[in-house]
Nanobody
Framework: QVQLVESGGGLVQPGGSLRLSCAAPDSLFRMFSIYRMDWYRQAPGNQRELVAAITRGGDTTYADFVKGRFTVSRDNAKRVVYLQMNSLKPEDTAVYYC?????????WGRGTQVTVSS
């Protein structure tokens, strides 16, 4: 199964920052060049929720709970999507995943764990 690969998570104190990356393998080159990329997160006991999205042209949308703190960007040449997370809160603790927009999703990757704790 072809998957996207998330990385960059870790343990950070409240108020800290992390930058997550999502890399697409060569086989997903065409899809990456066409479709919107979404970042999701899932905390224990909760459903997976959409955090941010970015179109191939760079238009972005954010969930209300991250607006002003998170920034999504993409490097189409490198086939990488980034999620810059600032002013992190304990409630941001979750496994973060990326995928293509709804109808074009591939198998979910392993995600990257973000833990915000003092």
């Amino acid at each position: 199964q072809v998957q996207l690969v998330e990385s960059g998570g870790g343990l950070v104190q409240p108020g800290g920052s992390l930058r997550l990356s999502c890399a697409a393998p060569d086989s997903l080159f065409r899809m990456f060049s066409i479709y919107r990329m979404d970042w999701y997160r899932q905390a224990p006991g909760n459903q997976r929720e959409l955090v941010a999205a970015i179109t191939r042209g760079g238009d972005t949308t954010y969930a209300d709970f991250v607006k002003g703190r998170f920034t999504v960007s993409r490097d189409n040449a490198k086939r990488v999507v980034y999620l810059q997370m600032n002013s992190l809160k304990p409630e941001d603790t979750a496994v973060y995943y990326c995928n293509f927009q709804g109808p074009y999703r591939v198998s979910w990757g392993r995600g990257t764990q973000v833990t915000v704790s003092s």
